[in-house]
């Protein structure tokens, strides 16, 4: 049950575009299409902005795109404002029933 | 409105237990698997045990098996996990969690609810 791998942190401009990597194996990310994305304040609890892969909840704005590559997953974040300043999770549903998040990313707008 | 409210949290001494609880309302509580995740303080989240709708299977992650049991009263509309042998390594803060986004050999889970966490810390 080793965690997703993500990078620890990744910092763009403001309206710049930002992709984050989430990697597992053939027994989570590679098997299932059921990976969800998180963005948490601090302090505050997660909130999905991508769940299966792709979708996107209610609410989450368009600016926000999924999608995966063999054990990879992607965030895609378009014309980052100031407000998605947040860390960045994925999750993987897995074999034997469990999860696994990824290690986290911490987005910064400079 | 779904809402997620846990309870129990505190300071215990390593080696002691703990039983944290998570009461649910404005869903269909027996339809809908349960999860706990925990977050240490400034790490990243832990997905640490779930239990089906129906209480049959519960599953664990490696750090916590054979430690904490999680269990469901849907008389009550009660997620409870308890905490057994506590290492300070378990210091966190627990979210009882209704999370989506996936199908279970038996069932699929679309919108996905947190409450706001309890913190527990284990030190001596």
């Known amino acids: 049950q080793s965690a997703l791998t993500q990078p620890a942190s990744v910092s763009r401009s403001l309206g710049q575009t930002i992709t984050i990597s989430c990697t597992g194996s053939s027994s989570d990310v590679g098997r299932y299409n059921f990976v969800s994305w998180y963005q948490q304040h601090p302090g505050k609890a997660p909130k999905v902005v991508i769940y299966?892969?792709?979708l996107r909840p209610s609410g989450v704005s368009s600016r926000f795109a999924g999608f995966k590559s063999v054990n990879t997953a992607y965030l895609t974040i378009s014309g980052l404002q100031a407000e998605d300043e947040a860390d960045y999770y994925c999750r993987s549903y897995t074999t034997n029933n469990t999860h696994v998040f990824g290690t986290g990313t911490k987005v910064t707008v400079v | 409105q779904v809402h997620l409210v846990e309870s129990g949290g505190g300071v215990v001494q390593p080696g002691r237990s703990l039983r944290l609880s998570c009461a649910a309302s404005g869903f269909p509580f027996n339809r809908y698997a349960m999860h706990w995740v925990r977050q240490a303080p400034g790490k990243g989240l832990e997905w640490v045990t779930s239990i089906s709708f129906d209480g049959s299977v519960q599953s664990y992650a490696d750090s916590v098996k054979g430690r904490f049991t999680v269990s469901r009263d849907d008389s009550g509309n009660t997620l409870s996990l308890q905490m057994n042998s506590l290492r300070p390594e378990d210091t966190a803060v627990y979210y009882c969690?209704?999370?989506?986004?996936?199908?279970?050999?038996?069932?699929?889970?679309?919108?996905?609810?947190w409450g706001q966490g309890t913190l527990v810390t284990v030190s001596s």
């Open positions: 969690a209704r999370l989506g986004g996936y199908c279970s050999s038996t069932s699929c889970y679309k919108d996905e609810y």
């Open positions: 299966e892969v792709t």
